[in-house]
């Protein structure tokens, strides 16, 4: 059974950085493309980053030089560095991976970004 768990939401203040955290099981982890999204009260969920299974990465253009994805295959997690945050950053951020049949997806991680 596939089962994605984020960690490491809060509250913080503008400029300040969290780290999010996305402990994968039930799935090849080393052999998976993984994303982070997230999804602001009354907006769509966008992609945040995406690192692939060979480590190259990609950003949305509101988060780049400011976040960083990396992965760590031992541990099956995958990361979010959040740097230099902003209010505009406010949304329940999820990890996801796609297999060829399903999309999966965690619970999320709440994180609010105060001015």
């Known amino acids: 059974q596939v089962r994605l768990v984020e960690s490491g939401g809060g509250l913080v203040q503008a400029g300040e950085s969290l780290r999010l955290s996305c402990v994968a099981s039930?799935?090849?982890?080393?052999?998976?493309?993984m994303r982070w999204y997230r999804q602001a009260p009354g907006n769509q969920r966008e992609l945040v980053a995406l690192i692939t299974r060979s480590g190259s990465t990609n950003y949305g253009d509101s988060v780049k030089g400011r976040f960083t994805i990396s992965r760590d295959n031992a541990k099956s997690t995958v990361y979010l560095q959040m740097s230099s945050l902003k209010p505009e950053d406010t949304a329940v951020y999820y990890c996801n991976f796609d297999s060829v049949s399903a999309r999966y997806w965690g619970q999320g991680t709440q994180v609010t970004v105060s001015s």
């Open positions: 039930g799935v090849l982890f080393g052999a998976t493309n």
